[in-house]
């Protein structure tokens, strides 16, 4: 089974998360930021990945820690459950539609963090939730996934539908890059390793 489970507890955060690569889509969120709970059921909905996510954090500063932390999370989670990567699609890019915005977001789990972020929001927030930490948490989980992740947004006039285009078509990427393919020996790569 590809599954991890991964705790961190700073100052900051009490986190627990619970990740099974090759579930249904069902997600039980507990981060205290309503508006990152919506995008991550979504994530794993359209990632048919399951998740259970436990975060205690210092929402009385702001919620960059706990969004942050989550991301740094779910990376360690997302290595952990690919094991060694063996008979992995490895790629994956995905155009998603969500009204008036489309993003695209190409995924290479590659082992190495590299983050290419172009998305620019209407709006500095969504309710109370900065649009800036949409970055932050794609930053921070691609440094613990060690994945080469693109993110670019095509178009879109509100912030709510940019973010949600960009969550779900992260989901998508992760169900098809992290697929097994059962035409690949060993791991898709020339170097014999990723």
Partial sequence: MRTATITRETAETSIKLQLYLDGTGTATL????GFFNHMLILMAKHGFLDLDVKCKGDLDVDFHHTVEDIGIVLGKA??????EKQGITRYATAFTPMDEALSLVSLDISGRPYLYFEAEFPTEKVGD???ELVEEFFRAFVNQAGVTLHIKLLHGKNSHHIIESIFKGFGRVIDEASTIDTRITGVRSTKGML
Avoid: K, V, W
């Fill in 78 to 83: 997302f290595a952990e459950a690919l094991g």
């Fill in 30 to 33: 507990h981060t205290g930021i």
């Fill in 129 to 131: 939730f900065d649009t």
